[in-house]
């Protein structure tokens, strides 16, 4: 089954849950984030960024972020872990522009976003903490790039499968990819049962002594 | 009258209005809910639960919350006061597919609830103050059904009227109901002669002087 | 060029990164104003008003804010400095009506609102911090109006050019507004360059360097 598949048939909740059964219980954010551009689904796998705040000239503006959207691949989502700054909008069009150009299906924003009518006409998926008009340069830059980050105490390392959706954001640890994929395959198969069965009447505590499922 | 001629009639600033001018002026919550399911109003009658956090294993997962959506009486509002924690979604599609089948008209969650997306394809109406993915099991739980639980300060006890739109959410004590609600059907009439003045030209000085209402 | 065609070509983060380049690094808002009805741009001269919290009865209630909204000018944003207090909904329908009937183009609140949908049945541009059903009457009043007043530490003063969108809101000084908008209108064109030049495949690296712009 291919990315667009999984994303269409998978949901942030029913991997939460798997990943909870499993032990995994730290690798969803909590914290609201807003799909800004109005595409409420995103999924890939992780290409970091760590931004930090600055209050001086910068000498080499841009630089690592440039590095980071030119050296996107096919299915990647930016994730700019930036602590939550409220300093200036890190992510706008043109970076949009560029990521997209080399394959990036979306952006993780930590932090502020800017120009986002124009990134909702491109349909470019921007999930992000907030809003800001102000320019990064001098403000915040990444860096690190390609190096496990944590948001919100859940860790997101290079090539983790990532989705985002209106509940939130959950993140599968490489390991156990493929055994969490296949679990929350089942998953989604037992609530629909679930959920029929309820819909026809049958009071939710004997569906939950029956099937087990909430 | 019936509810939906109500809902229909009033909404929240009004009827906070005439509760403010009856001296009931802790009735109406501040703090935002967002309608996340897209359904912008809200009215009927409180069946209240009460959630805790806790953070071992939940020697009977889901209980009373399966006991409180089973018992729900047509009309009624599910109202979960959970003090604004963000320890889990403790609201999804199965509680409110159960709820809905026992003829409830919509939630009121001071919380984080889940499946967003699946709810609102379910078109039920679902104010809550936040969302998260994780499942409610071992992380909150209800310990007390149709009591008295406040919200932001304000109290919902089993059986008030409750209305929530997009300013907000507020509470008619059972005891001045009749009253309250006959009051703001008035005061909803006013508020068309006043607007109505202005819309033709009147000064606002003039038309607070004359109608006395703002 | 009138002000409509100035604010379809403009938006408020090229206006933040001109007036960043001239030394006037302080000049937008970074807290969250919603668009809450809908209307996600608006550009006009401030109009400006300073509140206060109250707790006791008011002897003269909504004495200036009638004052305010009847002395608007064409073209005015009203602004309302209240400090971001959630104490009640200092803005809704009427005080819409009379403001839009003396020129007014919409408001920028920091502060509640209330009669969010009958103000979007308005069309009227309503940006705010939040929502709240609880009249001002007794709870918040303006104690001065036509004063220079500050929002999230931007000044805002009688007459400055102000503009609102989705990353934000931003003020332009008198005295050097002719020179910000040609320079904003500039950079606008400048932007569509190097966009074009990302969208036609050049790498965001190379087209810093050759730009200038990001």
Redesign the interface.
């Known amino acids: 089954m291919n990315l667009n598949e999984l994303k269409e048939r998978l949901?942030?909740?029913v991997v939460?849950?798997v990943l909870?059964q499993m032990g995994y219980t730290h690798q969803?954010?909590?914290i609201?984030f807003n799909a800004?551009t109005g595409i409420?689904k995103l999924m890939g796998r992780c290409k970091t960024t760590l931004w930090a705040d600055m209050y001086d000239v910068d000498p080499n503006?841009?630089d690592l972020e440039?590095?980071a959207?030119?050296s996107c691949q096919p299915g990647d989502v930016l994730i700019a872990a930036a602590g939550g700054s409220?300093?200036s909008?890190i992510w706008?069009?043109?970076?949009s522009?560029?990521a997209q150009?080399s394959g990036c299906v979306g952006v993780i924003i930590h932090g502020?976003v800017?120009?986002?009518?124009k990134m909702r006409a491109m349909q470019f998926p921007v999930f992000a903490t907030?809003?800001?008009?102000?320019?990064s340069?001098n403000r915040q830059r990444v860096i690190d790039m390609d190096v496990t980050v944590e948001i919100d105490g859940v860790r997101f390392s290079p090539g983790d499968m990532v989705m985002a959706?209106?509940?939130?954001?959950?993140v599968i640890p490489k390991a156990i990819e493929q055994e969490v994929i296949q679990a929350a395959l089942n998953k989604v198969s037992a609530?629909n049962v679930?959920?029929d069965a309820?819909?026809n009447?049958m009071?939710?505590?004997e569906?939950?002594l029956k099937f087990g499922?909430?």
């Open positions: 949901y942030v909740a939460s849950d909870d969803a954010t909590r609201p800004y409420p503006p841009y440039l590095k959207v030119d409220d300093r909008g706008g069009e043109l970076l522009t560029a150009n502020g800017r120009d986002i009518d907030s809003r800001n008009p102000y320019d340069q959706d209106e509940d939130g954001i959950v609530e679930t959920r309820i819909k009447g009071k939710a505590t569906a939950y499922i909430l």
